[in-house]
C-alpha cells in the first residue's frame, strides 16, 4: 500500500569534518522550514534556505555535542530571530564546551544557548505536519527522535544508525540507556518507519531490527 504524499520535505547535508547529516524540513507550500541540527560549515543549507526563499521557523536539535551545534552561530547570524530548540536535559551544553565536547577535541567552543526547551512527548508541529518527540538519552543525556507518524520518518541524531549504534564512551552517555532507548522508543515505531540517522545512510526500524548487530528487536 502506497503511503500518502508526504506533509514536508526533508533534505539532507553531510555537513563538516565528522560528516554530520544535519537536515532541512521544509513546507514548500508554505515557504517554511526548519534547521535540524547545525553542524561545521552549514553554509550549504543556508545557502538552499535562502535559493527556496523559505523563512526558517526554528533550529531543532537532536542533542548539542560539537559537531551538531558548530554551525549555530552562523545560522543564527543569518537568521537572528530563528528560536533554537532543545531538550531540557542538555539546555547548557551548546555554550559549555566541556559538555558539548569540543574543549576534549581541542577546540573548544560555545555556541548560541537555546531559547527553549522540549521534553519526551511534546509534539512540535511545521505547517500542516506534527513531530513528536521522543527523549532517546544514552548517546547524551537529553538525545531526542523527531517521529512524523504521518509521513512514517524519523529524525533519530546520534541513538540508531544504519548498522550500528551511537557511541556511548562520552563522559554524559548512559549505554544502558542507550540499548533502553533503541528498544522502548525507536523499536516500538512501526517497522517500515524510515530513520534519518546523524552519521551515514538512511535506513529502516525494519531493516535494523532484523540485522543491527548491536541492538536487535
Given at each position: 500500500?502506497?503511503?500518502?504524499?508526504?506533509?514536508?520535505?526533508?533534505?539532507?547535508?553531510v555537513?563538516?569534518?565528522?560528516?554530520?547529516?544535519?537536515?532541512?524540513?521544509?513546507?514548500?507550500?508554505?515557504?517554511?522550514?526548519w534547521?535540524?541540527?547545525?553542524?561545521?560549515?552549514?553554509?550549504?543549507?543556508?545557502?538552499?534556505?535562502?535559493?527556496?526563499?523559505?523563512?526558517?521557523?526554528?533550529?531543532?536539535?537532536?542533542?548539542?555535542?560539537?559537531?551538531?551545534?558548530?554551525?549555530?552561530?552562523?545560522?543564527?547570524?543569518?537568521?537572528?530571530?530563528?528560536?533554537?530548540?532543545?531538550?531540557?536535559?542538555?539546555?547548557?551544553?551548546?555554550?559549555?564546551?566541556?559538555?558539548?565536547?569540543?574543549?576534549?577535541?581541542?577546540?573548544?567552543?560555545?555556541?548560541?544557548?537555546?531559547?527553549?526547551?522540549?521534553?519526551?512527548?511534546?509534539?512540535?508541529?511545521?505547517?500542516?505536519?506534527?513531530?513528536?518527540?521522543?527523549?532517546?538519552?544514552?548517546?547524551?543525556?537529553?538525545?531526542?527522535?523527531?517521529?512524523?507518524?504521518?509521513?512514517?520518518?524519523a529524525?533519530?541524531?546520534?541513538?540508531?544508525?544504519?548498522?550500528?549504534?551511537?557511541?556511548?564512551?562520552?563522559?554524559?552517555?548512559?549505554?544502558?540507556?542507550l540499548?533502553?532507548?533503541?528498544?522502548?522508543?525507536?523499536?516500538?515505531?512501526?517497522?517500515?518507519?524510515?530513520?534519518?540517522?546523524?552519521?551515514?545512510?538512511?535506513?529502516?526500524?525494519?531493516?535494523?531490527?532484523?540485522?543491527?548487530?548491536?541492538?536487535?528487536?
Amino acid at each position: 500500500m502506497s503511503r500518502p504524499t508526504p506533509t514536508v520535505q526533508v533534505e539532507a547535508f553531510v555537513l563538516g569534518p565528522y560528516a554530520t547529516n544535519c537536515y532541512l524540513v521544509s513546507d514548500p507550500e508554505k515557504r517554511i522550514c526548519w534547521i535540524v541540527d547545525a553542524g561545521f560549515e552549514p553554509g550549504a543549507m543556508i545557502r538552499r534556505v535562502r535559493e527556496q526563499e523559505l523563512t526558517p521557523e526554528a533550529v531543532v536539535l537532536t542533542h548539542a555535542h560539537i559537531d551538531h551545534v558548530a554551525g549555530l552561530a552562523e545560522v543564527r547570524s543569518e537568521f537572528p530571530d530563528v528560536p533554537i530548540l532543545i531538550h531540557e536535559a542538555e539546555l547548557e551544553f551548546p555554550s559549555d564546551p566541556e559538555l558539548n565536547l569540543s574543549a576534549g577535541g581541542g577546540i573548544p567552543l560555545s555556541a548560541p544557548r537555546p531559547d527553549r526547551t522540549f521534553t519526551d512527548g511534546d509534539t512540535l508541529t511545521l505547517g500542516d505536519s506534527s513531530w513528536r518527540i521522543l527523549h532517546t538519552p544514552g548517546h547524551s543525556p537529553g538525545g531526542v527522535a523527531l517521529y512524523n507518524q504521518a509521513d512514517g520518518v524519523a529524525l533519530v541524531g546520534d541513538t540508531l544508525f544504519a548498522g550500528s549504534i551511537g557511541r556511548h564512551d562520552f563522559p554524559t552517555s548512559d549505554g544502558d540507556a542507550l540499548f533502553r532507548s533503541i528498544r522502548e522508543k525507536l523499536y516500538t515505531l512501526p517497522d517500515e518507519t524510515t530513520v534519518l540517522p546523524g552519521h551515514g545512510p538512511p535506513t529502516t526500524i525494519g531493516q535494523e531490527k532484523r540485522t543491527n548487530p548491536f541492538v536487535q528487536g
